[in-house]
DNA sequence: GTCTATATTCCGATAGAC
DNA sequence: GTCTATCGGAATATAGAC
């Protein structure tokens, strides 16, 4: 602590946009969009509000900065996940696996608010969902061929469904692990994160795999 | 059209507090809780302001009441579906659609704002959950119950997060049947509601029972 | 790029007439 | 029970100094 101790305001300069980003993905996630305002993103990330007009523009180009801030790297895994499953006879374990990877990898690198914020505007159907959605349902396509070979004769809208509702829960369980850990039962403390994913992917592989008596259709 | 036609202001009296509830219910489902103001929800009920204080106190009473207004529905019709069911070897596609039918109940009787919004409390994770989450989950130890002599030799925790990831599918179908008929596909027109809700009782099906393979834990 | 100061609108909540 | 009027404060956004 010398001289320079409490000169901290030049040397944060490029930074307080990552800051401003962090937080926002932070408040937003644990309180709702709608419930977080600028000033409270200002004072968590230690700067003014003029900062975040400068940067973002709007409370809404916040939004889309924290969206956009991890949105490459999942796009960037379920590619490359994709590109590493072998071209057919693959299992529904190993599809779930591979669809539940790239959200663990985002929550390994301490996306988990970030997580949440997305199932959060998913659940609300509102606004900032579709720039979101397209990158995100962007490589489904690819899924779903896969998913076609594994349940020949299921319509393509039944597996689309499928897959959608596969992200859903997988969004709802790793965007608040503690939350999940925390519901089921008193004896949950030693449920550790990889044990949680595990079951994820139980139940992801059960909804892309379809029921298991072979069900009628109407 | 007579001499009372523009003389309503006395008769809307006691219908006040529903018309409330009702346009509560509609904005806080599409915009979020946080972001829809007091004065929005007067508009829209064609009210004023001090009309919600008056009778829920605070926003937060509002939302409460709400909630409160299509909860008992809820579980009223799993404890009579719970009823119905055989005491013992109940398949899990039987059991599935005992647990989707009182939320597709309630979507019938025009409460799908409803379920949105308890969908959207329940992925935002932070006020006002512990109310719904206690009436809700109230029952799922019965439910839990048939699972385990559907699956025995399973962790009763994981019957529990199977039944977690079922209600969060069934939430975030019901809540938006427009917005899932949206996104599959151009050729979506023609899937009806009971369709729709076949498909998610194939997939709640599949998650009540578990994945296939009969996967090794760890 | 950063910050203080401010403009303007809107918020939740209340008081008091009817 | 319903309404108008209003309070105190907080919201987004901007202007302009540094």
Known sequence: MGTEAARVPAARGAA??????AAAERLFAEHGVGAVSLRTVMQAAQTNV????????????LLD?????????????????????????VTAGELARAFVQPVVAVLE???ECWIRLVGQLLATGGDGLDAI???FFERNAAFVEQLDRLSPGVPRRTLDFR????????????????RTRRLHGPDAADWTTGQIVDDLVDVVTSVLAGPPGARRRK
């Open 16 to 21: 307080t946009e990552q800051r401003l980003i």
């Open 50 to 61: 003029a900062a975040i007009h400068y940067h973002f523009g709007s409370k809404e180009g």
């Open 163 to 178: 897959l959608s509702q596969a992200m859903t829960v997988t969004l709802n369980v790793l965007g608040d692990v503690g």
């Open 109 to 111: 690198s301490g996306g």
């Open 65 to 89: 900065a924290v969206l956009r801030s991890r949105l490459g790297q999942v796009t960037g895994e379920r590619t490359a996940m994709l590109r590493e499953s072998p071209g057919k006879d």
């Open 133 to 135: 959605a397209e990158s």
